[in-house]
C-alpha cells in the first residue's frame, strides 16, 4: 500500500508542506539601474546589508543602486606583463646578447640542414 500511495511522485523533487501557519521574515525590496537603463528589483531580508551594485539580470553588467551614490574606484597596481617581469631580471644589453646567440644558433641549422 505504501508504494502506491508513493506511485508517480517524485521524491525529493517537491515539497508537500504548504505555507499556512508560517511567518516570513520581513523583506525589503531594493532597486537596482544599470548603465542601459534595466531596472531591477531585488527582495532582500530587511536586516540584511544591503549591496551598492547588483548584476543586471537582463545584461549581467553590474547595475547601480537607485537612491545610492557611485561606489569609488580602488586603486588597482596595473597588470605587470611578461615583458616587465623579464626587464626586472636581465637588462636590455644581457636581452640583446641572447637573442644574437639563439640566431647565432638557428642560423647553423638552417646551413646544416640545407
Do not use: F
Not at 5 to 33: F, H, I, K, M
Not at 64 to 91: F, I, N
Request: aromatic share 4%.
Amino acid at each position: 500500500m505504501g508504494e502506491r500511495a508513493l506511485r508517480g511522485t517524485r521524491l525529493g523533487a517537491t515539497s508537500y508542506e504548504n505555507d499556512r501557519n508560517t511567518d516570513l521574515a520581513p523583506r525589503q525590496e531594493v532597486s537596482y539601474t544599470c548603465p542601459k537603463g534595466h531596472l531591477t528589483t531585488v527582495p532582500l531580508a530587511a536586516e540584511a546589508e544591503i549591496p551598492s551594485t547588483w548584476e543586471c539580470r537582463h545584461c549581467g553588467s553590474p547595475a547601480l543602486r537607485v537612491d545610492a551614490e557611485q561606489p569609488q574606484q580602488k586603486k588597482a597596481k596595473p597588470p605587470r606583463t611578461h615583458w616587465d617581469m623579464l626587464l626586472e631580471r636581465r637588462s636590455i644589453e644581457d636581452l640583446e646578447e641572447v637573442l644574437n646567440e639563439r640566431l647565432a644558433i638557428l642560423r647553423e641549422q638552417r646551413r646544416k640542414s640545407a
